[in-house]
Structure formats: C-alpha cells, structure tokens
C-alpha cells in the first residue's frame, strides 16, 4: 500500500502563499491521478484539487480556481499544491490522496475514488 506524507503546512497570515508537498513511497505513484482534499472544523471533508496521472490535465474546486496549482514530479513521488492570495476560508487540514483505478482517463474528484489518503498538514490563515 503507498504511504503518503504531505508537508509544508503551517500558519499564514491573509494574502500569503504556501506550498504543500505530497511524497508517495512507490514509484506507481507515477500511475495515478493524485489529489488534494481539505477539512476545515465543523465540516465535511472537501476536494481542492486533481491532476491526472501523466501531469497533463488540471481540474480544480471554484473555491480556490485561480489561487491554488497542482502539479507533480513523478521522478521524485511528489505532488504539490501552490497556494497563493490565502484567505481565512482556506484554513483546514489538507489531505492528499492516490486514486483507486490505475492510468484512469479522467479526473476523480469524488473522495469514493480514493484509496490511499495521507494523514495530513494543518494550514491556518489568520485575518
């Protein structure tokens, strides 16, 4: 099974930027569409963002289009979340996550088609 270990998170104050890092322990890393979900206190679970497993589509939540950018490194196992003009709205623990099917052609963005989810980074953006 492949562990995940997202880093980076952190407090941030209003308008600033932080990247977060997803390491997978596999090398099949490179075979999956990979994800970026978040949870905020009081509420339900939320998908952020996706790419798909060859890095060349990008779908992501309205709450963050335009702010926040997936992108992947298969060399290195990585996946990373830049986010940018931060907002208060956007403090929740963060989660990544590989998808269940191997090579899919689309984009998931249901947390159903999700097999391997990280233990998450708390990011806080204070006002």
């Known amino acids: 099974q492949v562990q995940l270990v997202e880093s980076g998170g952190g407090l941030v104050q209003a308008g600033g930027s932080l990247r977060l890092s997803c390491a997978a322990s596999?090398?099949?890393?490179?075979?999956?569409?990979m994800g970026w979900f978040r949870q905020a206190p009081g509420k339900e679970r939320e998908f952020v963002a996706v790419?798909?497993?060859?890095?060349?589509?990008?779908y992501y939540a309205d709450s963050v289009k335009g702010r926040f950018t997936i992108s992947r490194d298969n060399p290195k196992n990585t996946v990373y979340l830049q986010m940018n003009s931060l907002k208060p709205e956007d403090t929740a623990v963060y989660y990544c996550?590989?998808?269940?099917?191997?090579?899919?052609?689309?984009?998931?963005?249901?947390?159903?088609?999700?097999?391997?989810w990280g233990q998450g980074t708390q990011v806080t953006v204070s006002s």
């Open positions: 996550a590989t998808d269940r099917r191997f090579q899919r052609a689309g984009l998931p963005i249901a947390q159903f088609e999700y097999g391997n």
């Open positions: 790419i798909h497993w060859s890095g060349s589509s990008t």
């Open positions: 596999e090398r099949t890393f490179s075979n999956y569409a």
